[in-house]
């Protein structure tokens, strides 16, 4: 092969740069493109998360609120039924409380609902239930 002449070999080394170059460029915007994208769906996954979020912290504030109320419609049968003059310990047995949770939830004292599902009602029944059984 003939030698190449020094224009020539510039030319040759200019072309080789240039297709290096468009490469280059080529995976530039291709990784410019998967990053955009990443960023994109990052964007929605949070967007996502915390619309999540409101509907939960939605969902517990209505729950809290119809705990609230059964609790008091707990607490206003308890009175009816203890107004009917039976006694507390007969009103107890049928609700399968204890006399002395029975009396805890007839009780004028609030009790919160951020105490959970297991009010101390809740744990009481249960009790009651276990003394039954013993």
Do not use: C, W
């Amino acid at each position: 092969m003939p030698a190449l002449r020094k224009s020539a070999a510039s030319s040759e080394a200019r072309r080789k740069a240039l297709e290096k170059a468009a490469d280059f460029a080529t995976r530039h915007q291709t990784l410019l493109d998967l990053s955009e994208r990443y960023f994109e769906a990052e964007a929605q996954m949070h967007a996502v998360g915390e619309e999540t979020q409101r509907k939960i912290d939605e969902v517990h504030a209505k729950a809290k609120k119809i705990v609230a109320e059964l609790n008091a419609s707990l607490k206003q049968s308890a009175k009816e039924m203890i107004a009917t003059q039976e006694p507390k310990a007969n009103v107890a047995q049928r609700l399968g409380l204890t006399t002395a949770a029975l009396n805890r939830l007839i009780a004028d004292e609030k009790t919160t609902a951020d105490e959970g599902s297991t009010n101390a009602v809740g744990t009481e029944t249960e009790q009651a239930g276990q003394e039954a059984n013993e």
